[in-house]
């Protein structure tokens, strides 16, 4: 798995992220404290019960890397019927949804800060989710770097038995050669249909997301890819 890779001189696990930020300002650190009691997920020893989590039984549809949550409080309000796990190692975002969730009053979604790959390992039980998005992860556009690429076969096989039978894997990038990569770990994937055969023609419920509009400021596509798992 992602977190797992270890290079062969160190031994060091190779991750999707980077920590971007460095400390917290006072109102983030208070904002945290105060917000993440209500909206926050501590994953415990064992697999998280979703259903206490959430206070209801509902389809579940995990965000994994939501940046600062734009996107995903948008769909929380435009599917009330879902609930949505967000989780992401970006502290000042996971902050700022956090207070989004509180001035808008919304209730279907619970946030963890922490590393979606070892939540998704050890605390999801399998078959678990109606659904899995996956926006613009980072692009990590240096070839030396391509290992820690979030999409990559292990990954898929791992998302693959926390989705139920039926649910969805949406994917979107702007890096044109992550997209393909994405296609082709996909297609290779016997866990996924894919009714488009490759990418999806629109993107489907997913909002613009913040890194879409920087990605296309700087003027590059988008290509989503929405499959289904089989079974
Ligand atoms: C390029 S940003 C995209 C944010 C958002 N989805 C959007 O489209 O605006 C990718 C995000 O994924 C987060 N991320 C990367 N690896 C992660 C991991 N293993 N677990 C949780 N979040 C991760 C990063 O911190 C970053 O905020």
Do not use: C
């Not at 999409?151 to 898929?156: C, H, I, N, S």
């Not at 990605?215 to 989503?224: A, M």
Request: glycine share 10%; net charge neutral; proline share 7%.
């Amino acid at each position: 798995m992602n977190d797992e890779t270890t290079t062969r001189n160190t031994r060091r696990p190779v991750r999707s992220f980077v920590r971007r930020e460095g400390r917290l300002t006072a109102g983030q650190q208070r904002a945290l404290e105060r917000l993440y009691p209500r909206y926050g997920i501590e994953p415990g020893d064992g697999v998280i019960d979703l259903t206490t989590a959430f206070g209801r039984e509902a389809p579940v549809v995990l965000d994994i890397g939501f940046g600062d949550g734009e996107a995903l409080a948008e769909m929380a309000q435009a599917h009330p019927e879902r609930s949505y796990l967000g989780i992401e190692v970006y502290r000042t975002g996971v902050g700022r949804l956090l207070r989004r969730l509180e001035e808008d009053g919304i209730d279907n979604v619970r946030v963890m800060d922490a590393d979606a790959v070892a939540i998704l390992r050890q605390h999801i039980a399998p078959a678990g989710l109606a659904g899995v998005n996956l926006f613009f992860p980072d692009p990590w556009p240096k070839k030396r770097h391509h290992k820690r690429r979030m999409v990559q076969p292990e990954w898929l096989a791992l998302v693959a038995s926390r989705i139920r039978p039926g649910g969805f894997l949406h994917l979107a990038t702007d890096w044109e050669n992550y997209a393909e990569h994405m296609l082709e770990v996909v297609s290779a994937s016997p866990d996924f249909d894919n009714p488009n055969g490759g990418y999806a023609p629109d993107p489907g419920e997913r909002p613009v997301t913040k890194f879409e509009r920087r990605g296309r400021r700087k003027g590059h596509g988008v290509w989503d890819l929405i499959v289904y798992r089989t079974g």
